[in-house]
């Protein structure tokens, strides 16, 4: 403790934080400047890590970077990374991001997701009318997303709920083919995901969709 009341190791951290944010925007100003804003998530992949650099290009005036996902696990490493983002920001102001998952084919001729990420003004959700959705691992993507599809045909907003990575990858994959089951109607999807608490302390991921006229 400092004379002046002060916590000397909580300024220390503050300013650690600082330096590491620095370093972090001159570090994406320069990716940017050479074409490269895509970030790959792998299943080690610290979420934290990268909710930092997403929550650092939202508050700058730069695109938020894409997040390359493959798999169960390093897609939900990308959505938890994403939704720690939005903690961050909401803390800080009124930007708030969503994301819109479309598949890409690798050069391995393997299928990977993008998650796109797009700066959004913080409102509130509208949840009470939200239809409610949930995903298992077991959940087959196109069924659910045929679901999303009607849904976003009548303007409706939802909340997919999903435990586990098995079953987040489901609902992202779900949320990706029923934006290219509307893409051609003038609407898009949105997903805007956060962390909720269910069964007496199980954490899940809410992803609260809302559609979009393109």
Known sequence: MTENGENSGDDGASKRAAAQ?????RTFFERIERGNNLTKMGSSSNPRDTAMLIAAQARACV??????????QSTNQGVKSIAIA???LKES?????CM???FTHLEDSHT?????IR???????GEAEAQQLKAASSTDAKVLAGAISSFAREGRRMVVTAIGAGSINQAVKAIAIGRKNVEDEAIDILCKPEFTEVNEGTTALRMLLFVEQT
């Open 112 to 116: 990977g997701i993008l998650l796109l």
């Open 63 to 72: 695109d938020c970077p894409t997040l390359q996902v493959v798999g169960p």
């Open 21 to 25: 944010m620095e370093h972090m925007s």
């Open 100 to 102: 819109q998952p479309e």
């Open 86 to 88: 939005r903690t961050f």
């Open 119 to 125: 700066k959004k003004a913080r409102r509130t959700s």
């Open 93 to 97: 102001g009124d930007t708030d991001i």
